[in-house]
């Protein structure tokens, strides 16, 4: 079936250090969104990128969509202790009407 | 309402007994979709529910679990015989689904959630 993998699972950095989450799908996107989620609470939107080869950038992190749509990146600069959390990528298949998360990365931060 | 709203919180139940979980969407947001996260995991894909379309059923893992939606307004889950695999909180999400060239174009407001715990 249809699957979204992400990695590292976990990656615990120092504050000021920089965090890159990979994610992978086993079919081609028609677009993909990715989510925070802090410790117990729910996921946040945080962008959709559609496009292939797109980069997109919300201050400190920035947004990759590969050129064959089948994979995107998240990279955080200068981590800061409120960038603690998971983070899911969400795909949304070609031809399907519903997101597949990904296992989502956890990131802890040490200050 | 200002956003996607879930009740009860929290659940405790013991095994065997039925649970019901109430979704209130986004007014106005055709799609709902329930999600089912065990403590430490990902998102798990139960079931979407599109306008007045046939839902999509697909995740959900058994017979034992149902779920009903009135329109575009109020979902509940319905989990029947509750098992101690069960236990997980499960998340309800709504969009407005702008379907554009067959693509999604639209975000999912999350509900905070119901954790349930079977004993």
């Known amino acids: 079936g249809q699957q979204v993998m992400q990695i590292p699972q976990y990656q615990h950095v120092q504050e000021g250090e920089d965090f890159t989450t990979y994610c992978n799908s086993s079919?081609?996107?028609?677009?993909i969104q990715w989510y925070k989620q802090r410790p117990g609470g729910h996921p946040v939107f945080l962008i959709q990128?559609?496009?292939?080869?797109e980069v997109k950038k919300q201050k400190r992190l920035t947004f990759q969509f590969g050129e064959a749509k089948k994979n995107s990146s998240l990279h955080i600069t200068a981590t800061q202790t409120t960038d603690v959390g998971t983070y899911f990528c969400?795909?949304?298949?070609?031809?399907?009407?519903?997101?597949?998360f990904g296992t989502g990365t956890r990131l802890k931060v040490l200050a | 309402g200002a956003g996607v709203s879930q009740s009860p919180s929290n659940k405790v139940t013991e095994k065997g007994k039925d649970v019901e979980l109430r979704c209130d969407p986004i007014?106005?947001?055709?799609?709902l979709y329930w999600y089912r996260q065990r403590l430490g995991q990902g998102l798990e894909f139960l079931i979407y529910?599109?306008?007045?379309?046939?839902?999509?059923k697909s995740g959900l893992p058994s017979d034992r679990f149902s779920a009903e939606r009135t329109g575009e307004s109020v979902s509940t889950l319905t989990i029947q015989r509750t098992q101690q695999e069960d236990s997980a909180v499960y998340l309800c999400a709504s969009s407005s689904h702008m379907v554009s060239s067959g693509r999604s174009t639209d975000t999912q407001y999350f509900g905070p959630g119901t954790r349930l715990t079977v004993l």
């Open positions: 079919t081609t996107l028609s677009n």
């Open positions: 529910f599109q306008g007045n379309s046939a839902p999509d």
């Open positions: 007014s106005g947001h055709t799609a």
């Open positions: 969400a795909g949304y298949p070609s031809g399907t009407y519903k997101y597949i």
């Open positions: 990128l559609v496009k292939s080869g």
